[in-house]
């Protein structure tokens, strides 16, 4: 167990500079491991863990673009936090557009939803999403992913929604008022061979 932790700590140090938070799991995961609480060693690892994600979240989210075609960053909505539900994540996310025209660029680490999403696109009986004609496999930047189509509102206007994984991470882009030639475009804007060497 202690030859678990000094690489983390490492690794964190290696990137920023670490937080009280950080170094106080340490702690608390050297204490508990010492005496015995193995419970509590384990929770103070996975905030360990949780810290080290949230620090990678920052580095991918410097990868992001700051345009999606013509849809302008909105400033001051940036974020990069962890994820509730039950399970160790991080979500980094990104808004884009205008009340008339939104995307938002999402990569959540460690997300629940890539077992399935894994089994739906490696899968040949699964991979045709049950005839569904909203949803085809896709390609993006050498990613196998997903495309779901929307009906958004009473106008008829369509939200397209593209899901990828990437390493442990999902990928998630969506937009709304938009075609599937425009999404994939602005998905293939996305540097996501820069954002998959990270999440190695």
Request: glycine share 8%.
């Amino acid at each position: 167990m202690k030859k678990i932790i000094a690489p983390i700590a490492f690794f964190v140090l290696s990137i920023t500079g670490y937080s009280q938070d950080f170094k106080q799991n340490i702690n608390t995961a050297k204490t508990n491991y010492s005496t015995g609480n193995l419970q509590e060693t384990h929770f103070a690892l996975l905030q360990i863990m949780q810290d080290i994600d949230i620090t990678l979240g920052k580095e991918i989210m410097k990868l992001f673009p700051t345009k999606l075609d013509t849809l302008k960053i909105i400033a001051n909505q940036d974020n990069v936090s962890g994820v509730s539900g039950g399970f160790a994540g991080v979500s980094v996310q990104r808004n884009y557009g205008t009340d008339t025209k939104k995307g938002e660029l999402n990569i959540v680490i460690n997300s629940p939803v890539l077992t399935s999403l894994n089994a739906y696109l490696n899968s040949p009986i699964m991979g045709a999403f049950g005839g569904d004609p909203n949803t085809k496999l896709i390609k993006v930047n050498g990613f196998k992913g997903k495309l779901i189509k929307e009906n958004a509102s009473e106008d008829q206007r369509l939200n397209y929604r593209i899901e990828i994984p990437v390493n442990n991470a999902l990928f998630t882009l969506q937009v709304s008022n938009s075609n599937e030639k425009e999404i994939l475009a602005m998905a293939n804007a996305v540097p996501l061979g820069k954002i998959a060497a990270l999440l190695q």
